[in-house]
């Protein structure tokens, strides 16, 4: 194996690890939704199923999980302040 694809090989398991500890700070509703939409590429309405929600309970959900996780891939210093 090159030294370029270790370093894409360990690049990728700091990364995949880094996405683990993101998505650990989430609520757990708001990581299954994540889990089940991107993880088991489920559809909408397999979700809502799943989650016992209506399709746009799920897409509000997941909304508010990728904003979470934006905010905390952005730091504190980006986070939303009251207005």
């Known amino acids: 194996m090159s030294t370029e694809a270790v370093a894409?090989?360990?690049d990728r398991h700091t990364w995949a690890a880094d996405v683990c500890l993101l998505l650990a700070t989430l609520p757990p509703e708001q990581r299954l939704v994540l889990?089940?939409?991107y993880g088991r590429r489920c559809t909408l309405p397999e979700t809502a199923a799943e989650l016992g929600l209506t399709?746009?309970?799920v897409t509000a959900l997941a909304w508010r999980a990728l904003v979470a996780l934006g905010e905390?891939?952005?730091g504190p210093s980006t986070a939303r302040t009251a207005a």
């Open 8 to 10: 894409v090989s360990t």
């Open 35 to 37: 889990q089940l939409l």
């Open 55 to 57: 399709v746009p309970g």
């Open 72 to 74: 905390a891939l952005a």
